[in-house]
């Protein structure tokens, strides 16, 4: 497993232990759990200037709101997945038992970073995926023989 290669926040250091506190820093992305996990960017912090508590504002924009100088209703936005690759020199592992496949991948964030994974599938997703890969390859095969 390869981690996280950045951090998602910048006040996120590239070392995160299960048992640091989130502290939100300027230009964070905090999901306040007192607004039902509304998600804000940290536009102010306690004691700046007069502020005594987070000041959040929608990343679209909006009003701002406040969140407690303690930061206890704030938890930190995790990146997302924007897509997998097939890890390279892996073979595919058939659980004849569980009756799934898996396929090892490289599964890619938002915020740069990458981490290993699995795909776990059915005999029906393995079907499934066969004929999408089959028809990409029907198409690609015509691309080339359109080629000049």
């Known amino acids: 497993?390869?981690?996280?290669?950045?951090?998602?926040?910048?006040?996120?250091?590239?070392?995160?232990?299960?048992?640091?506190?989130?502290?939100?820093?300027?230009?964070?992305?905090a999901a306040d759990a007192a607004r039902s996990g509304r998600v804000g960017v940290v536009v102010a912090l306690p004691c700046e200037g007069s502020a005594t508590t987070y000041h959040l504002r929608s990343p679209g924009g909006g009003p701002a709101w406040s969140a407690p100088a303690d930061g206890t209703t704030l938890r930190p936005v995790p990146a997302m997945a924007t897509h997998a690759t097939l890890l390279p020199g892996r073979d595919a592992v058939y659980d004849h038992r569980a009756r799934q496949g898996s396929v090892s991948v490289e599964i890619h964030f938002d915020d740069g970073s990458t981490t290993d994974g699995a795909l776990i599938l059915t005999v029906a997703e393995m079907e499934r995926l066969y004929a999408q890969t089959d028809r990409l390859l029907q198409v690609h095969e015509r691309a080339l023989g359109d080629a000049p």
């Open 1 to 29: 497993m390869t981690g996280r290669a950045t951090p998602h926040r910048p006040s996120q250091g590239t070392e995160l232990g299960t048992a640091a506190p989130f502290v939100p820093q300027l230009g964070d992305l």
